[in-house]
């Protein structure tokens, strides 16, 4: 078991006084068997009060609600973290979906298509042609093979650049421009994976990291994917590797901008500015 200390702050600064509406907030790591919440804390300013809840997908979200008028809304979270998810690739993947092409069983098909919604027509065809490079129609292949060799050629091919513009390009942007932040390169590898018929969902959280051009400090976003008999995998095409021991999901969603890390309104004069620090370590 490893520990580690997540800390992300989060500054709004308005050009004058503001009344702050609600506000959603995203900062409480998923936990399951592999990960553990040791210790949160959530500093916020002007004081809120709180409102906890699970959303559609279990994503836990903290619903703030203001009394007091402000120049400057200032969220800091603070998690200690238990990682017991050491051997990321101990998993075993049912008989059926051994090899690709497979169909997932109709029970979990039911569960699972809303994860498998095919892409706009435009981006097919797109895809069509750049999946060619990996995959051929009707071609037998071990189902991980292909999804790693899918994660592995979107962080060889592709360019990483930081983006502070808000949004998501879309799968066809990416692979036109050639270049994506970690949301992009996440989405893309999701409408990848549905158009080979793997459910697949879009992931923000946290990544444990030396610092590089793809680790600034920041949130990060990576891909996961249903396996029968070994559940959802993540997959960080980013880095190009299975998620693993540093990999902290928050948020889970079948669309993107379904899962801001904070997200909410203001009245009053226009304009104001964002600044945000995460920093990810080890804890003993």
Known sequence: MQRYKILHRTYYNFSGTVRLGP???RLRPREDYEL???SATLTITPPATLL????????SVAIAT???????????????IQQFNEAPLDFLVADYAIEHPFTYRSDDKILLSPYMASPAQVTKS????????????????QTY???QRLCTHIHQTLSYRVREEPGVQTAEQTLSYGTGSCRDFAVLMMVAARWLGFAARFVSGYLHAPPSTANLGSTHAWTEVYLPGAGWKGFDPTIGEI??????????????ESVPPIAGSFVGASGSSLDVGVWVTMWE
């Open 36 to 38: 553990r919440i040791e």
């Open 66 to 80: 203001f009394d007091l008028p402000t120049n400057q809304l200032a969220v800091e979270s603070e998690v200690i």
């Open 243 to 256: 998620a693993g021991t540093g990999h902290f999901a928050v948020a889970v969603a079948r669309l993107p």
């Open 52 to 59: 906890w809840h699970r959303d559609v997908e279990g994503n």
């Open 126 to 141: 797109l895809l069509v042609e750049w999946i060619a490079n990996l995959w051929k129609s009707g071609e037998r292949i």
């Open 23 to 25: 506000h959603q907030l």
């Open 145 to 147: 093979t292909l999804l």
